[in-house]
């Protein structure tokens, strides 16, 4: 099944709301809290981790809109280097593949030496 998807992470819990390219709503799911500033970078892997199994067991994820608490505090970044890095501490990405689909997975990157 193609779908989109919306991520609403918030301090308390983070909705998913996943959805037809026409709009019709497949299917939704709660998950914990989205703020890496409360939660940690340990638990905020884990919840990356899980939203990614979420929507690669829906089918084709086709794109996906995060809407984030927490991310303005760059000193909880370990993977942020010195500012100009844009990759992000569990940045997702479409990579990989699962028969004949790609699927969502967790990306670190760190700055340039």
């Known amino acids: ?5 919306g991520v609403d992470g918030g301090g308390t819990k983070t909705k998913v709301v996943c959805a037809s ?25 884990a919840l990356l981790q899980e939203l990614c199994a979420y929507l690669n067991g829906l089918g084709h994820c086709r794109a996906l ?6 991310i303005s505090n760059k000193g909880n970044d370990p993977y942020r280097g010195d500012g100009n890095d ?5 940045e997702l990405e479409s990579g990989g593949r699962s028969g004949d689909r790609p699927e969502w997975r967790i990306v670190r990157r760190r700055a340039s030496p």
Do not use: Q, W, Y
């Open 86 to 90: 844009p990759g992000r501490h569990g």
């Open 1 to 5: 099944m193609d779908f989109i998807a």
């Open 21 to 45: 390219p026409e709009g019709k709503v497949l299917d939704t799911a709660v998950f914990g809290p989205f703020n890496m500033n409360s939660i940690g970078a340990e638990r905020f892997s």
């Open 65 to 70: 809109c995060i809407g984030s608490a927490g």
